[in-house]
């Protein structure tokens, strides 16, 4: 009924459990690693005075007081009131108090009420405070 295991098969059992354990334990620390890294960027800063012409692409949050010409691709874009940005915009949420232009896609948008939109606007939320203008067209996606 019950059998004897030779010492070589009990340690040939707990090696392969060894190698699983450790292999598993690579595989989730490697998960954790990738989803620490998306929760744990600092915002970036382009500041007052700083002038950039290119892309710009990142997972996190970025604040314009300076100005963009470009491509820029995050999830939470924020011109404040000296910046701006202008070209292919596209990120999750948006809050404009100074100056964006271009082809702009977004899910969420509050215009400010001294700022200036100007151009192509695809956006699924917006808010407009009184006072924010906004040139060009609109178009609202579900």
């Given at each position: ?6 010492d070589d098969?009990?340690n040939l ?8 354990e450790?292999?598993q334990?690579?595989?989730?620390e490697?998960i954790d690693?990738d989803?620490s890294?998306?929760?744990n ?5 382009i ?13 996190g949050?970025?604040?314009v007081?300076?100005s963009i010409t470009g491509q ?6 924020i011109?404040?009131?000296t910046?701006?940005v202008?070209g292919?915009?596209?990120a ?5 108090k100074?100056?964006l232009a271009?082809?702009?896609s977004?899910s969420?948008i509050?215009?400010g009420g ?7 606007l ?12 906004i040139?060009g067209?609109l178009?609202?996606?579900n």
């Amino acid at each position: 009924m019950f059998s004897r295991k030779s010492d070589d098969e009990s340690n040939l059992q707990s090696e392969e459990d060894m190698n699983n354990e450790i292999v598993q334990s690579e595989a989730s620390e490697s998960i954790d690693q990738d989803a620490s890294e998306t929760r744990n960027l600092k915002p970036s800063m382009i500041s007052e005075g700083f002038e950039f012409n290119g892309d710009i692409k990142s997972n996190g949050s970025l604040t314009v007081d300076g100005s963009i010409t470009g491509q820029v691709t995050v999830d939470n874009l924020i011109v404040g009131v000296t910046g701006s940005v202008s070209g292919t915009i596209t990120a999750k949420s948006i809050n404009v108090k100074g100056k964006l232009a271009g082809d702009v896609s977004c899910s969420d948008i509050i215009v400010g009420g001294r700022s200036i939109v100007d151009g192509n606007l695809t956006y699924s939320s917006i808010t407009i405070q009184r006072g924010g203008v906004i040139k060009g067209d609109l178009k609202k996606v579900n």
